[in-house]
């Protein structure tokens, strides 16, 4: 039973990231309002409650993911900033990702200076 539900996790989340995919190459809003969509938040926020059926730990849950957009955002700043600068994909790809990084972990100092966590 546990493997049936691991394998309908991942062809659900294959079928959206394709679906996104496809809907970009037709329509470059489509894709990026569909992107956009807190998608993976919503099919893992999904899932944990429907394994856990606890409201309390899924409220927790959503409020953290809630506070990892911040650092998040960073890369679709660094990303097209790269990408414009002419930086091949991958380096820009790369490089965008060390910056997200490198927020979280001063997004990690600040919350936990203020004790927010």
Known sequence: MRQMQYLIKIVITALLVVGISEASKRNQYAGAI?????VTSILAISWFYYETASKEQTAALSTSIMWMVVPSLAFFIALPLLLRRDFSFL????????????SYAVFFKIIGALKLV
Do not use: D, E, H
Not at 34 to 38: I, K
Not at 97 to 102: D, H, I, K, N, R
């Open 91 to 102: 380096s820009a790809l790369g490089i965008s990702s060390a910056v997200t990084f490198a």
């Open 34 to 38: 569909l992107a956009s969509l807190p």
